[in-house]
């Protein structure tokens, strides 16, 4: 008999090692270090913003990427894995094999990151809930894009930021997260409101409240595919790509909770976390769903003042967070990689090896049911935290320059310097946090 | 200097910065991975069964804990226990009621134990953090740090 694991540990298995202390320590030493390099190399006009170093692709893959076949394709592809998951959902029996646990902890929520960057916004080309609310305007003659009501663009990404809570405290806080009733209940909330929402409001709804649209757009922004001007398919580095991130209301929102939560994801591991839950089991969701926010919360508060502290008179003060929050990304992205890269590699091919057995009874329907996970990564800790300091740096020196850059735009010539410091020290802040929690864990 | 030749600089400056600080924390770890991918290979569900069994080709010396269960008491208590990869554990659990500890390795391993005296054996495969727990109390018994 095969309990389902305890919410201590997610979908269980052993976790990485915690980072050695010399190496968390050079990664430290080597964000601030780039980032004073960085200030003090202080370029004085905007290298990415406005400058449209681009290049159109050319018409023959065009044609192919913007064909209705090609569409059609991925969205029958989507609509097909979230069938399947759906049947090991609902039928399966409810251990934690079960491949739907797998799927909609790691494959999906993990898998977001790499896919995104490789090929732009794959939640949108898959998304079932897009699928589904298309053939549902198609069956009823309406236009998807419209809705009852348009779309109050004073919300921006506020419902996504909302939505992206629930899924970290489904994962995260919920004692119940491995009981299949649990992710059944979260799927079809999470349906219900997406379809409502896009009766509402038109499909536009689902691009800033679907916590997977919105995650997925913002990561694509670091990839290399973009639109221009007159929405051609263009390919840009992915600096210039990510100063074109829409500066919506809400988006400062959005990054903290996904920073926030990856930061809560380490910190509850650590062993007096763990402890004072013990000895207050009782309280133990309302605790951590306090510690949850009060992370989010942080990384929020701390980015609005460091960003409003900045000198400007060309934008009001009040604007200044949301066109600065699109130089997070790169932080997130690096703190997830180096967060959760074993876990996806390797829980990610246990997932891939349930996925044959959708019923849990030793059915081998697409034959990885005998597949041998390769755990290459965790028997080498030493490439392991290397890579992930690496990670964590390099994202540091991509958020530090895309935000020295955006600044430059925006502040006037004699406080290019002086001006950022604040921005800079909580990115640093930011990173050494990181770190700290991937060495104390 | 224009930026277009400081950013490399920069970089290279950092990979040193980081290589000096993985060369100390490097050595200790190597030996022990790679010896252990023989076994994890061979033996994909290491499961534990009381009374012990040990087929140790020469492993270091084993730990043995020590453990309580009293009601919901455990000890130790959420305990950090550095080990290493294919050394025998030994856990003598004296309990007053039935339970089991969840180990919390790849694959899962999960130690059943009564009223009494019970002895197990747990052996690690791969380097990485095992959480044990206990399954009616939800508490932590200890951490092991296999390296």
Redesign the interface.
Known sequence: M??P??P??GL???????L????A???G??AL??SF??LG?A?RKS?YDGRDRERVVPPGLASVLDHAAWEWFWRVVGLVFFGWVTWALVAGADRATNPALGTFYVLVWVGIVPLSLAFGRVARALSPVRTLTLLLSRATGTDPRKGLFTYPERLGYWPGAVMLFAYVWQELVNPDQVMLFSVRLWLAAYLAIMIVGSTLFGDRWLSRADPFEVYSDLVARLSVWGRDRQDRRVIRSPLANLAHTPPLPGLLAVVAVLFGSTAFDSAREM?RW??FI?EN?AHEVLINTTALLGFCVVVGVSFQLAAMATQVDLVPRRDLPRLLAHSVIPIIVGYMFAHYLSYFV?QGQATVQQLSDPLVRGDDYIGTAGM?PN?WL?????FL??TK??GV?LGH?VAVVAAHDRAVRLLPARAHVTGQIGMLLVMVGYTISGLYLLFG? | ?H?RF?RPL?VC??AA??L???G???QD??GA??S??AT??TT?AESTSPPATSSAPAEPAGTTLQVTVKGDDLTP??E?IKVDVGEEITLDITADREGEF?V?????QTVPFGPGKTTATLK?G??????V?E?DS???LV?F???
């Open positions: 095969i309990t694991v305890l201590l540990h269980g298995g052993a976790q990485d090692l915690p050695p202390a010399p190496l320590i050079a990664g030493g080597a270090v780039l390099c960085v190399l370029w290298r062993i763990v402890q013990e089991r390797e041998e755990l965790s028997l080498h800790p030493t935290a290397v300091v690496l740096v020196l864990t | 200097m930026p400081a920069v400056a950092v910065m980081l000096t600080g993985c100390e924390s490097g770890t190597e991975s790679d252990a991918s994890a290979t994909p208590k959420a950090q969840h919390h390795s790849t694959p899962e690690f791969r380097p990485g953090v095992v959480d727990e399954h939800h508490k932590l951490k740090e296999v390296r």
